[in-house]
Nanobody
């Protein structure tokens, strides 16, 4: 299964971006889909996750109130709507999935190529 994150780009502080994660070859059904990010010199960190079958969500504290993770059954995609972006949100964003939820990168076995988010002041 290939995961593909897209939608990154350059945005000004306070702006918004919408990232999308798609999976080729298989649906997200019964999976937990997570978004992580990694800034230069830093470890990969959990941002948000969603349980496909129940639609329940998790967020890291810095994302609460600004980011929204959602799923689209028809398109088999998971989106991350990011509002009120800050300079510290700049990173490469990755989507991933696994049968069980988790907040550590090691909890997930499938990773796709990331998408770069750059926030300018």
């Amino acid at each position: 299964v290939q995961l593909q994150a897209s939608g990154g780009g350059l945005v000004q502080t306070g702006g918004s971006l919408r990232l999308s994660c798609s999976a080729s070859g298989r649906t997200f059904s019964s999976y937990y889909v997570g978004w992580f990010r990694q800034a230069p010199g830093k470890e990969r960190e959990f941002v948000a996750g969603i349980r496909w079958n129940t639609d329940s969500t998790d967020y890291t504290d810095s994302a609460k109130g600004r980011f929204t993770i959602s799923r689209d059954n028809a398109k088999n995609t998971v989106a991350l709507q990011m509002n009120s972006l800050k300079s510290e949100d700049a990173a490469v964003y990755y989507c991933t999935k696994d049968r069980l939820p988790g907040v550590r990168g090691a909890d997930f076995g499938s990773w796709g190529q990331g998408t770069q988010v750059t926030v300018s002041s």
